[in-house]
């Protein structure tokens, strides 16, 4: 389930990451979303597709041990 308002978007999701639930951060996005990672490093591009994609990459994040946080801008 997504959040009620695109304002809560990021925050929920980093809630979701920080607390290392891979489930409710999988849950943010839609069955078909895509999580596209750029390393800037090495140069390569990896591609998360659909749900399973999006559990997978969420679970590795979770395992390095990162946090998120969030920013927020008015344009």
């Known amino acids: 389930m997504g ?3 695109p304002e809560l978007c990021n925050l929920w999701l980093a809630r979701a990451f920080n607390a290392q639930d891979v ?3 999988t849950a943010m996005y839609h069955p078909e979303a895509s999580i596209v990672e750029v390393d ?3 140069g390569s591009t990896t591609v998360a597709r659909g749900t399973e994609g ?3 990459t969420m679970a ?3 395992t390095r041990k990162t946090f ?3 920013e ?3 344009v």
Do not use: C, D, L
Request: aromatic share 10%.
């Open 40 to 42: 800037q490093v090495h």
């Open 68 to 70: 998120a946080h969030t």
């Open 60 to 62: 590795a994040r979770v």
């Open 23 to 25: 489930e409710a951060a």
């Open 3 to 5: 959040a009620p308002s």
């Open 72 to 74: 927020f801008f008015s």
């Open 54 to 56: 999006i559990r997978k």
